[in-house]
Every structure is written in C-alpha cells, then in structure tokens.
C-alpha cells in the first residue's frame, strides 16, 4: 500500500474526534508539567519552596509560547504549570484542540529542555571554575 493511501485512511480515525473551539470565544491552554517534583527535587536540587532558576526557565519558556505564531495575549506561569489565554479571534489550526494541545506541549517541553540543559552546563562550567 502507498503512503498515501494509507494516508487517507488513517486519517478518517484522525479527525473522528477532532474538537474545535466554537469562532467568537476565548480559548485558555493549561499545560501542566510530568514528574517536576522528581526533576526539581532528586534531579537538579532547586532550592524549596521557591528557586528562582526554576522560575526564570519557566518565564523564558511562557515567552517562547508566546512568541510561536500563536496570537496568545495573556501568559502565566506557576510552579510547573502554564496557562496561555488566545485572542478571541485566533485561528491557528482552524481552533482544532488536538492540533494546539499538542504542538504546544511540543513547544514547551523543547524550550525548557533547551534551557534545563544550558543551565546544567552553566551550572558545571562554574562550579569548575578555578578562583
């Protein structure tokens, strides 16, 4: 069978469940972090209850969404979840729930790995750093 075939196939089980955000409404994405206390706690020890290392990756990470070609016009952050608030007359992906859920999980999961592991390094290069 040719990719395409097989293509138009799946893609009927695809957009079966294919929710779409009604026009005219606000939509709020609520992205919520996986085993952050392991990862801030075991992992990388931030400092409890408040590290502001933690907070600034997770501010710089709510910028990059913001700044995705999504028209988000509001951004918050706390502890390891984001909430983004779209413009009422955003569009991107027609307002299909699947699409935005995961190209924005996407997003933020590679921008604050990104930015986990240049802190790491930081981390290493100045704690081998001779005074």
């Given at each position: 069978m040719k990719f395409d075939e097989l293509d138009s196939k799946m893609r009927v089980y695809e957009i079966a469940d294919d929710y779409c955000v009604l026009p005219g409404l606000y939509t709020v994405a609520r992205l919520d972090g996986r085993s952050f206390t392991r990862l801030t706690k075991e992992v990388h020890q931030f400092?409890?209850?408040y590290d502001t290392r933690f907070r600034d990756l997770m501010l710089e990470t709510v910028e990059h969404l913001m700044n995705c070609d999504i028209d988000i016009i509001y951004g918050y952050t706390q502890s390891d979840e984001i909430s983004?608030?779209?413009?009422?007359q955003e569009n991107t992906f027609n307002r299909k729930l699947r699409k935005l859920n995961s190209v924005?999980?996407?997003?933020?999961?590679?921008?604050?790995?990104l930015l986990l592991v240049i802190l790491a390094a930081l981390t290493v290069e100045f704690l081998n750093y001779p005074i």
């Open positions: 400092e409890a209850p983004l608030l779209f413009a009422q924005l999980a996407g997003e933020a999961s590679a921008k604050f790995s």
